[in-house]
């Protein structure tokens, strides 16, 4: 009678591969013993990292996007060093001067970018995501904050290097407009871009990868101008 209820309960063969892996998804464990086992995940590591920085973005959108920023900032110097390097081998590398790229990533750049991308969403809007609407976003920002940011930047790593007030006025007055004159040709298209096909929760970050190079010749211009 026992043999005859295991064989009426018994799983069909073709029924097993199938439930094992069910079983090892859900649970982790072996099918055999009941144990856990390490399951392999298959996910590639570019999946698991970009997962993990989705789920910072929501749970912490403001610390998340300074961090990234931070460290934008200081690789786009650092190659910059690497560059003026190569062009006079008696140059060092200064961790000080990509901590203050850093700070200045950290304190101003992610923060303001963050604030003033959510007051463009919130002030610049329709019922429908239309070119023109897109259009007059990349135009607000291009015309406002950016003009602004750049002074900022100017201001800010000219504070962190202990510059006086004078000094700092004198490079405005020197690099302000070349500066920005380079940031609206290059910029413009690649807002557009941004406001096209980005999603807010993301704008920030791709502004942080063009960023990038766009840190390497912020770090040249200045340099050159100290």
């Known amino acids: 009678t026992r043999c005859f209820v295991r064989r009426l309960f018994r799983c069909p063969p073709g029924l097993r591969p199938y ?4 079983k090892e998804r859900r649970f982790g464990l072996d099918d055999t013993c009941g144990k856990r086992v390490a399951i392999r995940n298959n ?13 910072e973005l929501r749970r912490r959108p403001l610390l998340t996007k300074s961090a990234t920023s931070a460290v934008v900032a200081a690789a786009g110097d650092l190659v910059a060093q690497l560059i003026e390097q190569r062009r006079d081998a008696e140059t060092r590398i200064s961790a000080k001067r990509m901590l203050r790229y850093a700070v200045f990533g950290g304190a101003f750049a992610g923060p303001a970018s963050h604030v003033w991308f959510g007051f463009l969403e919130r002030v610049v809007r329709g019922k429908k995501p239309t070119t023109q609407l ?17 002074w900022a930047f100017f201001v800010f790593m000219g504070i962190l290097e202990g510059k006086n007030a004078d000094t700092i006025v004198r490079q405005i007055q020197k690099l302000y407009w070349r500066t920005q004159f380079t940031k609206w040709w290059t910029w413009t298209p690649l807002q557009i871009v941004n406001f096209r096909y980005v999603p807010p929760a993301h ?14 010749y912020l770090s040249v211009v200045h340099t050159k101008a100290t």
């Open 19 to 22: 439930l094992r892996y069910e």
């Open 43 to 55: 996910k590639p590591m570019m999946s698991s990292v970009w997962a993990a920085y989705e789920r």
């Open 134 to 150: 897109q259009l007059l976003k990349v135009l607000v920002d291009q015309a406002v904050f950016q003009p602004f940011f750049t």
């Open 203 to 216: 704008r920030v970050l791709y502004i942080n990868c063009v960023a990038f190079v766009w840190s390497i």
